[in-house]
């Protein structure tokens, strides 16, 4: 047999130990993959629900100001629809931003505020490292040790992902079950308390981001590098 035969012969055989490789490494991250899917949702439903208003719905009487008889209090601020304190006619939303330094402020609006965005950061790392770990072993680079690592640090982070979320919209559905109230200042033009309130939809989707993001990083921490694969060991 010539040299050249041999060098395509070894070629051939190196290709096809490197399909081989391939192939163990992504039959074994399936549930990684859907990991990056579950993640990727659940991140995106914590940014939305972190950027809604309407996390409690509260219902009073006066509707002088508040037309509509309903305002929406969120983590950032609390809007209602007026008829008179706007445009005097005209049907718009009134919102007041809450400041740093409003003492009124219950703490599970603070906490919110703080751990929603530990949370976002969290997420963002989170698919990061998953896309790196998952970038490897579709491109055929068969390093234990680093692919692990990554799906344990993405992991990590998609599951204090949703403990940061899991908090605020906890704390925050108790006081709405407890109807709590509000001090706010007449600079809100929102009553002290409402007549009622009731969840809004921030609640839920932060619920089903928690949801998602403890899979996700469920289904990271799973993962299981095939042994009969011809790895590199190299870190």
């Known amino acids: 047999m010539s040299s050249a035969q041999n060098d395509i012969l070894r070629w051939f055989r190196s290709d096809r130990a490197d399909l081989q490789t391939m192939s163990s490494l992504t039959s074994t991250s399936h549930l990684q993959l859907a990991a990056f899917a579950l993640g990727t949702i659940g ?12 996390w409690r719905v509260w219902h009073v009487d006066n509707t002088t100001i508040i037309s509509s008889g309903i305002a929406w209090v969120g983590i950032w601020k609390v809007c209602f629809i007026s008829y008179l304190h706007v445009s005097s006619g005209y049907k718009e939303q009134f919102c007041h931003k809450f400041s740093g330094y409003d003492s009124f402020i219950p703490h599970e609006i603070y906490v919110a505020q703080g751990l929603l965005l530990i949370a976002m950061v969290m997420g963002l790392l989170g698919l990061t490292a998953t896309v790196f770990a998952l970038r490897n072993i579709y491109m055929g680079i068969s390093r234990k040790t680093l692919i692990t690592h990554f799906f344990l640090l993405g992991g990590f982070f998609y599951i204090f992902a949703g403990l940061c979320v899991l908090v605020p919209v906890s704390w925050n559905f108790y006081s709405v079950a407890q109807n709590q109230s509000i001090a706010f200042p007449p600079s809100y033009y929102m009553p002290s308390s409402p007549t009622a309130q009731e969840v809004g939809a921030a609640i839920p989707i932060g619920i089903i981001a928690v949801i998602l993001l403890l899979l996700s990083g469920t289904f990271s921490l799973s993962y299981r590098f095939p042994i009969t694969t011809n790895t590199d060991m190299k870190s």
Not at 43 to 54: D, N, P, Q, R
């Open 43 to 54: 991140w995106i439903l914590c940014t939305i629900s972190m950027g809604l208003v309407e």
